[in-house]
């Protein structure tokens, strides 16, 4: 069975808790505090794999859980981090947490790895606070705490041409002329299992293309009604489609009302994906008896006017077929069409910054200084050096009132701002 989809549990590792510890030797009669700082805990990774096109893996196995990392040690002896974890994944993987489907990665297009699940940092051993009026520190930090989801993973295959159409109208068969993929194939009423995909190569060594067959598709599939709503999501990232159709009505179909029926289940769906160009493939021609009214004509009287290209084909004799296929090759060199990429809507950080958690907002001298255990927690999972970690950086800011807070303060742009180690300065 094709496996599109999953649902696991995820942790990262606690961070290892610092060390309270003093150095007591001969002859050292005043030995100071010497406790080590905890490791870092394993983050939980979610990479790309070329050789993946399946989530076939996660069915059996439901949870991934990083390790914690090492508390510290005496004499200054720092806890090991522990390793990270990382699940491996099919491009076009779209990772959501699972309670409000909300999307936290895209596994698409430039990325290739991302860290989902931050492992706590560790705790600072009681090396890190003596002071001068505290030369004694017993205390020392613990570890951040880990972080765990559950997280729903959906594949919505990546391909440049979606092939629709009603059961046994022949895609299949297409799919197996025309590229390198091995559909099975059989003369039977009900829908292909799986969204077979596979590449099309010219021997003029021009520019390929990937082609998905979208199974499942009969009226009602929209509702829910079938497969077809299985893989419907399937074709959300396709740019243009191959509506084939059994032209011969070999089965008592009528093309036409086919056509019609598809394209509404594709409009119930998703307008926008309705929208997308689409070439008809006429196909079934070698079973037209030569008495017979043309159904081909008709399909073209019916759809050219509508700017609907229609093409007569046999995907059992190859007749056509490579017409269509040059067809489609210089359309996709016009469409301008962005890769569907969906952006993040949910991220884990929030879930560790509670509201409850205290922090200040004072200036001293010419800087303003933004501390407290909300800002530590915050920066220890969060990766700044990111694009996203970094946006979800001034939406913390904003949503916490940290901005207005230093806009009340009286802050002014090109003033600086210090927030522990981080140092920056303040632009509207």
């Known amino acids: ?54 989530l076939a893996d996660y069915r059996h196995r439901r949870k991934y859980v990083a390790k914690d990392g090492e508390q510290g040690g005496k004499r200054r002896c720092h806890g090991k981090n522990a390793p990270d974890i990382i699940l491996k994944v099919p491009e076009g993987t779209i990772i959501k947490e699972a309670e409000s489907d909300k999307v936290i990665a895209d596994m698409s297009g430039e990325n290739r790895r991302q860290v989902i699940l931050r492992g706590g940092k560790g705790g ?69 299992l799986n969204p077979n995909l596979g590449v099309v190569d010219f021997k003029d060594g021009g520019d ?30 396709t740019k243009m489609m191959i509506h084939v159709v059994d032209a011969a009505s ?30 008809i493939a006429a196909n079934k021609t070698d079973l037209i008896y030569a008495e017979d009214e043309d159904p081909v004509e008709k399909i073209r009287a019916e759809f050219e006017p509508k700017g609907i290209k229609v093409f007569p084909i046999s995907g059992v004799s190859g007749e056509g077929v490579q017409e269509l296929l040059y067809y489609v090759r210089e359309q996709l060199k016009t469409l301008d069409v962005p890769p569907v990429i ?23 001298d010419d ?44 802050i002014q742009e090109g003033d600086t701002v210090r927030m522990y180690g981080l140092q920056f300065d303040y632009y509207k």
């Open 1 to 54: 069975m094709f496996a599109d989809r999953a649902k696991i549990y995820i942790r990262s590792g606690k961070g290892g808790d610092g060390h309270a510890s003093f150095r007591r030797e001969l002859y050292v009669p005043n030995g100071g505090p010497d406790g080590g700082d905890g490791g870092k805990g394993g983050d939980v990774i979610f990479e790309v794999d070329d050789g993946l096109n399946t």
């Open 124 to 192: 600072l051993g009681n090396q890190h606070f003596a002071t001068a009026t505290m030369q004694v520190p017993k205390y020392a930090q613990p570890g951040q705490p880990a972080q765990e989801l559950w997280v729903n993973l959906e594949l919505k295959v990546i391909a440049d041409v979606g092939l629709i159409g009603f059961p046994n109208v022949g895609k299949s068969t297409f799919l197996s002329r025309v590229t390198n993929a091995n559909p099975k194939i059989a003369n039977y009423h009900f829908t292909t």
């Open 208 to 237: 390929g293309f990937v082609i998905a067959d979208i199974p499942g598709l009969i009226e009602g599939a929209s509702q829910g009604v079938g497969l077809g709503y299985e893989f419907l999501r399937h074709i959300e990232r």
């Open 250 to 279: 070999s089965e008592g179909r009528d093309p036409i009302e086919d056509i019609y029926k598809i394209n509404a289940e594709l409009e119930n769906y998703n307008s926008e994906i309705a929208k997308r160009p689409q070439v």
């Open 342 to 364: 969906f952006e993040q809507e949910y991220f884990p950080e929030e879930e560790l910054i509670t509201i409850d958690l205290p922090y200040t907002v004072e200036k001293e």
């Open 367 to 410: 800087v303003y200084v933004v501390e407290g255990p909300k800002i530590e927690k915050m920066l220890g999972y969060t990766n700044l050096d990111s694009e996203k970690g970094f946006a979800f950086f001034q939406k913390f800011l904003k949503d916490t009132g940290i901005l207005q807070q230093l806009e009340d303060a009286g």
